[in-house]
């Protein structure tokens, strides 16, 4: 998406009704939020654009019919933006977004759209609000909406969050549980509109297997997973994987394994610019480099 082409055709709309940078965000967002959008720096929430394109007198497509841009339905819109906070753990961003679009017409009467925002509802109610037992609850009921015999990739999606929602809560077995069925699932569908899912649920199910102590079946599930990312060009989680391996090797005291396994994923993230883990790996490949010299 060209977003410089967005907020120039914003920017000319608000002049030419004569409203300010100040009048156009009222109620909507800060006045420096639309600075930004009208400079290209940043791209709207959906529902934001939608509260602008209702004060500038213009339907939302409006902005995706340009030349340069392609046409986007503001549901696939939300959705986009839903999955990215997914991926950046932003919880906060993922309430903000669903309390926006609630009241929606699109998603209040619509059972797929509304399922949407029930699962992600159910999501930050776990990690914001910390309500175990409302957020599985959502999540059942997020389900429930479509569910007919055969799971749906997204359904199978939700069920994956509810595994996520045991496994932080220390419930490592129903995770497990969780994540096997998911994977049975998973395996009867034909096509996936997201690959990303099969090393997700191969990661999200490694972990569990760790913390039960099966090392060598979370390092199998992490292999396998590697393994499709590569098949399929995925840069994503292949840090994370290489990591997990590692840190099984590093459980079971097995120090030159683990460091191998850790400096590859120190070099994934290299790859993709990721600097959040520089420090934290390598002190531990520091300290693995230790142990190895001094051993007899």
Same mark, same amino acid.
């Given at each position: ?63 995706? $019919? ?11 819109? =939300? ?14 961003? *993922? ?32 990690? =914001? ?37 045991? #496994? ?8 497990? $549980? ?6 049975? $699932? ?16 191969? #990661? ?25 990312? *590569?098949?399929? $060009? ?12 590692? #840190? ?49």
């Amino acid at each position: 998406m060209d977003i410089s082409a967005i907020g120039k055709k914003i920017k000319e709309l608000r002049k030419s009704i004569g409203l300010s940078q100040k009048e156009l965000a009222k109620d909507i967002c800060t006045q420096a939020q639309i600075s930004k959008i009208e400079s290209g720096d940043v791209l709207p929430l959906a529902s934001t654009l939608y509260s602008i394109s209702k004060r500038l007198g213009v339907d939302i497509n409006y902005f995706f $019919d340009l030349g340069t841009t392609p046409r986007l339905d503001y549901v696939q819109e =939300v959705a986009a933006q839903l999955k990215l906070a997914r991926r950046k753990l932003d919880y906060m961003m *993922i309430k903000e977004i669903v309390e926006s679009e609630e009241r929606n017409p699109l998603f209040s009467t619509n059972r797929k759209n509304l399922q949407l925002l029930l699962w992600h509802k159910a999501i930050y109610s776990y990690h =914001v609000h910390h309500e175990s037992e409302q957020a599985h609850v959502l999540a059942d009921q997020a389900i429930a909406l479509t569910y007919d015999k055969v799971w749906s990739e997204r359904e199978i999606e939700i069920r994956m969050s509810k595994g996520i929602f045991f #496994y932080e809560e220390g419930k490592y077995q129903e995770a497990m $549980d969780t994540y096997l069925q998911a994977k049975k $699932d998973l395996e009867e569908l034909i096509f996936l509109q997201d690959d990303t899912i099969h090393s997700r649920l191969l #990661y999200n199910l490694a972990k569990a297997y760790t913390k039960i102590g099966n090392y060598q079946q979370s390092i199998l599930l992490c292999e396998e997973a590697i393994r499709s990312c *590569i098949e399929k $060009d995925l840069l994503f989680l292949l840090g994370e994987l290489h990591y997990h391996i590692g #840190y099984n090797h590093e459980l079971q005291e097995q120090f030159f394994l683990a460091r191998k396994y850790m400096s590859q994923a120190l070099n994934v993230f290299h790859i993709q610019k990721n600097a959040n883990y520089n420090s934290f790996i390598g002190e531990k490949i520091s300290r693995f480099d230790s142990i190895c010299h001094t051993s007899p």
